[in-house]
């Protein structure tokens, strides 16, 4: 009996000791996130005060260590389309980026060879790959409020059932997603860019949009012109997206890297900028001032 005592003992300690492990451990980490992320900001900010590409880099830096990983996680044989379409997006993308959709502009302070240089410039893709970078946050989010009304009410067979909807395995989970991209897309260009806003401006200097009336017409000229390029791109963007979740719902490639190709379309869309900076230093370092 106290031989049996002694074991239930120590197996009692053992179990504290160990309960008491994980919890330092849980700390532990809890600390490291903490000083990681202030770190990053640090970082972040100085490299936007001092460096090149803003605060972007960081998260380009992480973008580049995911994509190593996925490469390195699955063979060749599984990788081979999911990369023919990563490529296929980011050269779509690339050519987005620099095409621009210039708007005349008249402007009354200007009377000289410059004036017809003057114009509002969109590009065709207005807000770049943003749609795709969130449309995964704001997919999650009604997945999470699902779940945790399902931690509430376990039996509730239409909670279950939207929560197996809100999926990307399937095909009512991607529609949503890919509608996400397209809400996302029209709604950002309108909040970022603020036609309404930049027709005021225009009015308030007395320039305006060369064969437009200044105010109301203006405005509205603008929020079409945006609404076309906005419904162009999100067009664009979700038939990529699409297809990538279709070959993924066919069976054609893993569950896992039906958003991996999304990857190439945000490394594109931030490199691009950063390329531009570089270029803009570049020229601006070439120039030789008069002695």
């Known amino acids: 009996i106290a031989a049996v005592s002694a074991i239930s003992r120590a197996e009692e300690l053992a179990f504290t000791s160990s309960h008491i492990h994980v919890r330092i451990l849980k700390i532990i980490a809890a600390s490291e996130m903490v000083t990681g992320a202030f770190v990053l900001y640090k970082m972040a900010n100085l490299n936007r005060d001092h460096g090149i590409g803003g605060q972007s880099v960081i998260v380009l830096v992480n973008i580049l260590d995911n994509l190593l990983s996925t490469i390195s996680s699955y063979p060749w044989q599984q990788l081979q389309k999911p990369v023919i379409l990563c490529l296929i997006m980011a050269v779509m993308i690339l050519i987005?980026?620099?095409?621009?959709?210039?708007?005349?502009?008249?402007?009354?302070?200007?009377?000289?060879?410059?004036?017809?240089?003057?114009?509002?410039?969109?590009?065709?893709?207005p807000i770049g790959i943003m749609p795709v970078m969130f449309a995964v946050p704001f997919f999650m989010i009604p997945r999470w409020i699902v779940n945790f009304l399902l931690l509430m009410d376990k039996d509730n067979q239409a909670l279950q059932l939207i929560y197996e909807k809100l999926d990307l395995t399937n095909i009512v989970g991607s529609g949503i997603y890919l509608g996400i991209i397209f809400t996302m897309n029209i709604l950002f260009s309108f909040i970022i860019l603020t036609?309404?806003?930049?027709?005021?401006?225009?009015?308030?200097?007395?320039?305006?949009?060369?064969?437009?009336?200044?105010?109301?017409?203006?405005?509205?000229?603008?929020?079409?012109?945006?609404?076309?390029?906005?419904?162009?791109?999100?067009?664009?963007?979700?038939?990529?997206?699409?297809?990538?979740?279709?070959?993924?719902?066919?069976?054609?490639?893993?569950?896992?890297?039906?958003?991996?190709p999304a990857t190439g379309m945000i490394l594109t869309g931030m490199l691009c900028p950063i390329c531009r900076e570089i270029k803009a230093y570049w020229k601006f370092d070439s120039y030789s001032f008069f002695c």
């Open 96 to 125: 987005m980026e620099n095409i621009i959709i210039c708007i005349p502009i008249q402007r009354v302070s200007i009377h000289n060879m410059y004036a017809d240089k003057s114009y509002i410039a969109y590009k065709l893709d």
């Open 195 to 260: 036609p309404g806003e930049t027709a005021k401006l225009l009015q308030k200097t007395g320039d305006s949009i060369v064969g437009i009336y200044a105010g109301k017409k203006t405005k509205r000229y603008l929020r079409n012109k945006l609404l076309l390029l906005a419904f162009f791109s999100g067009v664009v963007l979700c038939l990529f997206m699409g297809f990538s979740l279709g070959l993924a719902l066919m069976g054609e490639m893993p569950p896992n890297l039906a958003l991996f």
